[in-house]
């Protein structure tokens, strides 16, 4: 296998209000082969101006590992799957990582293109 160029690959944020839509936007994105994993991470507490008011809210965070060229379908379907009306949904290009772990998040996505 060619190495994969870090920048090929994208850490997607996104929090889910609760555990049970955490875990089911988690086997869906896997299961679509949209993302390679997705961490589930303890809960959190986020505070955000939400139409005006100040709000808080315990929030269960997604770590999702994903290739470039397949996140627009990623984020599409991630918006079509949660519940809020603004979702989090925001990209990180990785600018470093084992050659071999991005090699096997690559080949473990599948994009409209293939």
């Known amino acids: 296998m060619n190495p994969i ?3 090929d690959c994208l850490l997607v944020v996104c929090n889910a209000p609760d555990a049970e839509t955490a875990e089911r936007i988690a086997t869906t994105l896997v ?3 949209l993302a390679a994993c997705v961490n589930i991470l303890a809960p ?3 505070v955000y101006r ?3 008011a100040v709000e808080q809210a315990e929030e269960i965070p997604l770590l999702i590992k994903t290739r470039a060229d397949a996140y627009p379908q990623l984020e599409a379907r991630l918006a079509a799957l949660h ?3 603004v979702p989090e ?3 990180l290009p990785l600018a470093q ?3 071999s772990y991005l090699t096997w998040v690559s080949n473990s996505v599948v994009s409209s293109g293939e």
């Open 5 to 7: 160029p870090s920048n």
């Open 31 to 33: 299961a679509e082969q």
């Open 44 to 46: 959190c507490r986020s």
């Open 50 to 52: 939400w139409q005006g």
């Open 83 to 85: 519940p809020y009306q």
């Open 89 to 91: 949904i925001v990209a």
């Open 97 to 99: 990582g084992l050659p």
